[in-house]
T-cell receptor, first 116, second 116 residues
């Protein structure tokens, strides 16, 4: 069964450093997402991406964040200058279409980011 | 904007018994989708079940069923014949129409513990 994959599973970085989180969505899916979950809290939407551009972003997704689909398979989230409060689990998700009934978002296993 | 409320931070159930996890929602969209995800201690988000707002019948997937009461704006997850492996955090989520964006809005989650 196809699945979303994410690398690395765990990333430790120093405050102020740049990190790139990588995702490979399900191959025939068209819509891609990043969510984050701070430890012990609920999952929060960051950004959605379709047709090589951002379609929606939350107030969390400020200028420190960027997303890219550099080739036909990868989808990346870059945090330019990490802060302590960026420590969280970051989930990538993908979906086939927007039509209700076929719009389930499938999540990757997550990348746990720890900022020291 | 969508809002999801899960009022049970923790639930306990005996193995082989059924359990209901509560979820209420609020939206002004005439059509929407409701989802349940399971998050075991390993951290991944596993899709369980989907209910469309116009679906006439309650969704079922194996031991999972969704008790959808549109007038009450509730979408409770019922797990029948609980197993020890069902112990996990469960999140209710929704998305509205495309014009409202395709993000998922999550509830706070319910930690389910299945006792032997």
């Amino acid at each position: 069964e196809p699945e979303v994959t994410q690398t690395p599973s765990h990333q430790v970085t120093q405050m102020g450093q740049e990190v790139i989180l990588r995702c490979v969505p399900i191959s025939n899916h068209l819509y891609f997402y990043w969510y984050r979950q701070i430890l012990g809290q609920k999952v929060e939407f960051l950004v959605s991406f379709y047709n090589n551009e951002i379609s929606e972003k939350s107030e969390i997704f400020d200028d420190q964040f960027s997303v890219e689909r550099p080739d036909g398979s990868n989808f990346t989230l870059k945090i330019r200058s990490t802060k302590l409060e960026d420590s969280a689990m970051y989930f990538c998700a993908s979906r086939l279409s927007l039509a209700l009934g076929t719009d389930t978002q499938y999540f990757g296993p997550g990348t746990r980011l720890t900022v020291l | 904007a969508q809002k999801i409320t899960q009022t049970q931070p923790g639930m306990f159930v005996q193995e082989k018994e059924a359990v209901t996890l509560d979820c209420t929602y609020d939206t002004s969209d005439p059509s929407y989708g409701l989802f349940w995800y399971k998050q075991p201690s390993s951290g991944e988000m596993i899709f369980l079940i989907y209910q469309g707002s116009y679906d006439q019948q309650n969704a079922t997937e194996g031991r999972y069923s969704l008790n959808f009461q549109k007038a009450r704006k509730s979408a409770n997850l019922v797990i029948s014949a609980s197993q020890l492996g069902d112990s996990a955090m469960y999140f209710c989520a929704m998305r509205g129409e495309e014009t409202s964006g395709s993000r998922l809005t999550f509830g706070e989650g319910t930690q389910l513990t299945v006792n032997p």
